[in-house]
């Protein structure tokens, strides 16, 4: 008996975790529903975060309930919350009612498809993930129509609390930017001195197999060195102001399909469930070069760093003038104190509401052992991030990234829709 209760455990668990990678598609399904809704007002103008607000701390609570923890927030003060966002926004009580319900809704299409994964999901488990689920709808409903009528404001010392923390991250960011650099010149003369000391072993009386291992060491460093010095000189080309923008009209959702198919051979290698999810087809007017450029990137960290699971790339619209990329991946995330996890830091979203993996239970991240994996999470790992962030800043578009340790990273980047409208505006 207790066997069988520790199975339907692990299941309910596998679903938290299959629920937690989903979170940023999830979201994005959500919203999209919501703007196909024509009964529905006000969504149109929301940014993703006044859009989400709340929503995702809701969904953290199921998760902890799922594992059997205890939840960190009040599910009936964080929907007041969110009821009283809608409310300062000029929603529609019944406005606020069918949002839940499309979420919900969605929720239940997730179990759907997990049940086509877990072929042997015991009805206990899945009695007990339909329990929490509609608990959590009941205590969402509950709580945003009881106080849906309270106001709430932000006073000017708070407003000039974030404008002097956000002048306080761009100066950090520089002083990151430089330590960063640092690292990766320290990487290129490691990389140099290791050719060397091959080379000069390869003039000695070797065996075949040390022949073998030399060659092997070579290649290695030769392919690390070429990558680093590719992404340094990219980086000092943006850096120069050399870099200008091509806009033309054409579907990014067919990119972003192309330059995931480019790298799945890499992610089939290592195992790894690449997933790309978002309207097609998707027009814009932009540089489809740089926009390929920042999502090559990105999955090159993503597959680089992540060892199990699953890699989500997902877009959608955001509003009439921005979209929204985004790329998500269940790896171990960025040490704290590295530059890529202090760039992290910098550029995590503001309000602990809108960030998935702010309230995420702490468990400790996976240890590493082997020699291998030291050598997976070096110094030099974020500086394909920087690119990125260079590449973000020419374009005009933000970057968010949100990376917990044992969990995984997520990159997210809104651009502009019309690049050359909005270059005109300027």
Aim: aromatic share 6%; proline share 3%.
């Amino acid at each position: 008996m207790a066997a069988k209760k520790n199975i339907d455990k692990k299941q309910v668990t596998a679903f938290s975790d299959y629920l937690m990678s989903r979170r940023e598609t999830l979201l994005n399904n959500w919203r999209q529903r919501c703007a196909q809704d024509g009964q529905l007002t006000s969504k149109s103008s929301f940014t993703r975060e006044e859009f989400n607000d709340q929503v995702p701390v809701l969904l953290d609570i199921l998760t902890q309930r799922l594992n059997g923890e205890k939840p960190r927030y009040d599910p009936i003060m964080t929907a007041n919350e969110h009821g009283l966002h809608r409310w300062q926004s000029g929603y529609e009580l019944p406005d606020l009612i069918v949002e839940l319900e499309h979420l919900f809704a969605i929720l239940h299409e997730e179990i759907d498809a997990f049940q086509q994964t877990q072929t042997d999901l015991s009805p206990a488990a899945l009695a007990k993930i339909y329990r929490e689920i509609h608990r959590i709808y009941s205590e969402s409903c509950r709580g945003s129509i009881v106080y849906y009528n309270e106001l709430r404001q932000t006073t000017a010392a708070e407003q000039a609390a974030r404008l002097q923390n956000a002048l306080d991250q761009l100066q950090e960011l520089a002083k990151v930017r430089n330590e960063h650099l640092r690292h990766s010149s320290h990487d290129l003369r490691s990389s140099f001195s290791v050719l060397l000391m091959s080379s000069q072993l390869w003039q000695l009386n070797v065996t075949d197999l040390e022949r073998t291992e030399l060659i092997g060491m070579l290649n290695r460093n030769l392919t690390s060195i070429r990558d680093m010095l590719l992404q340094l000189t990219d980086y000092a080309r943006i850096e120069a102001g050399q870099e200008t923008l091509i806009i033309k009209k054409f579907d990014v959702a067919a990119l972003i399909g192309e330059t995931a198919e480019l790298i799945r051979p890499t992610a089939n290698a290592k195992k790894l469930d690449l997933n790309a999810e978002g309207p097609a087809p998707f027009m814009i007017e932009s540089d489809r070069v740089q926009i390929q450029r920042v999502l090559q990137n990105l999955l090159y960290n993503a597959v680089k760093y992540t060892k199990q699971g699953r890699i989500n790339i997902t877009w959608t619209k955001e509003n009439d003038s921005r979209w929204v990329l985004s790329v998500q991946d269940t790896g171990e995330g960025f040490a704290e104190n590295s530059p890529a996890g202090l760039l992290a830091e910098q550029l995590k979203p503001s309000a602990h509401s809108t960030a998935i993996y702010q309230q995420i239970p702490e468990k400790p991240a996976p240890t590493m052992t082997s020699e291998n994996e030291k050598i997976d999470m070096k110094e030099s790992e974020g500086l394909g991030l920087f690119i990125v962030k260079k590449i973000c800043e020419l374009m005009k578009a933000s970057m968010d990234i949100e990376s917990n340790p044992g969990f995984g990273t997520l990159v997210r980047i809104r651009f502009q829709i019309n690049q050359e409208q909005n270059k005109q505006v300027q």
